[in-house]
């Protein structure tokens, strides 16, 4: 999906997405909302989380539901009335926008292209969710854990995703674009390790009351952003839209000191450029004897 700004400014939003742009988890909407819960919660000790979704997804289409059944189910999945405003009016105000999520891409494009808000989006990070030959919805690890470990040692990140070293790659694309500020939003264990890489001039959006909170409350130090803690999606959009309008006015008003500082410095060489002109300033005396 190719971004699209005629007012692009320096601010990169990356939101996380079950329980922050969605109001539940993708996975167990889906699992419930098809009568899986049971089957769900016998595996769930038996293997990851990731593992597990892609085995529900094979015992769902075995017992005869379709991909169409899992759209239908999907686009009921609850969101909060102002979340998709505050996306839209974010994309407005010039912001890229991104996604980094440990659902899955079948999933978060299926609601988003439902929402009407997949085009305010640049990129989405999630697991590969794919149908295969069989009309069977299959869901891969992120990253491939059964070959290797993504190699973070943070016990909040799973075996599949860590998204900390997603956000290094996007901070590391960014630098060559010149400066950005990051405003990253979530509510999982797994949206700490992204909050902890972000940078003095960036701002991390914990999820009140939700396990990133508690993980950061633990030592706020830790976390060189800004914090701006949210409870709902009336909270999100007006703390989101508010941090987004004071990251433009400081950057506007250093413009305007630059360009003040600038004009003082044109004034100052002007007014140098005269006085070289001028005939030299000598004593009165001197300047009396020299006419006489």
């Known amino acids: ?10 601010i990169v939003v990356v939101f996380d997405f079950d329980k922050t742009i969605i109001d539940v988890d993708s996975d167990n909407w889906v699992v419930d909302g098809l009568g899986f819960t049971d089957l769900f919660n016998q595996l769930l000790p038996t293997m990851p989380w990731n593992t597990l979704m892609d085995r529900m997804m094979k015992d769902i289409h075995d017992q005869g539901k379709t991909i169409e059944e899992i759209k239908e189910v999907l686009k009921t999945i609850p969101i909060h009335a102002r979340v998709v405003p505050a996306i839209k009016s974010a994309h407005a105000l010039g912001c890229e926008l ?5 659902a899955n891409m079948f999933f978060i494009e299926t609601i988003v292209e439902h929402l009407g808000i997949s085009e305010y989006f640049s990129e989405i990070n999630s697991n590969p969710g794919f ?3 069989h009309d069977t919805l299959r869901i891969s690890p992120y990253h491939d854990f059964t070959n290797s470990s993504h190699g973070c040692s943070h016990r909040t990140c799973p075996p599949n995703m860590c998204k900390g070293l997603i956000i290094e790659r996007i901070q590391e694309s960014l630098a060559k674009e010149g400066k950005k500020k990051m405003v ?7 949206d700490y390790c992204p909050s902890l890489k972000l940078k003095a001039e960036d701002y991390a959006m914990p999820r ?3 396990p990133v909170w508690d993980l950061i409350s633990q030592n706020p130090m830790l ?7 949210w409870t709902d999606g ?5 703390i989101l839209l508010g941090t987004i309008e004071e990251i433009l006015l400081e950057e506007e008003n250093e413009k305007k000191m630059l360009t003040s500082a600038e004009n003082n410095c044109k ?3 002007i007014s140098v450029g005269i006085n070289v002109h001028h005939e030299p300033i000598m004593p009165r005396a001197l300047r009396v004897s020299q006419s006489g």
């Open 234 to 238: 009336e909270s999100l959009e007006r």
């Open 208 to 210: 009140k009351n939700f």
């Open 223 to 229: 976390v060189k952003a800004a914090i701006r803690e």
């Open 267 to 269: 004034m100052q060489t």
């Open 98 to 102: 991104r996604i980094v999520s440990d």
């Open 131 to 133: 149908v295969d030959e």
């Open 184 to 190: 990253y939003l979530g509510d999982g264990a797994g």
């Open 1 to 10: 999906m190719a971004y699209n700004s005629n007012n692009k400014n320096n």
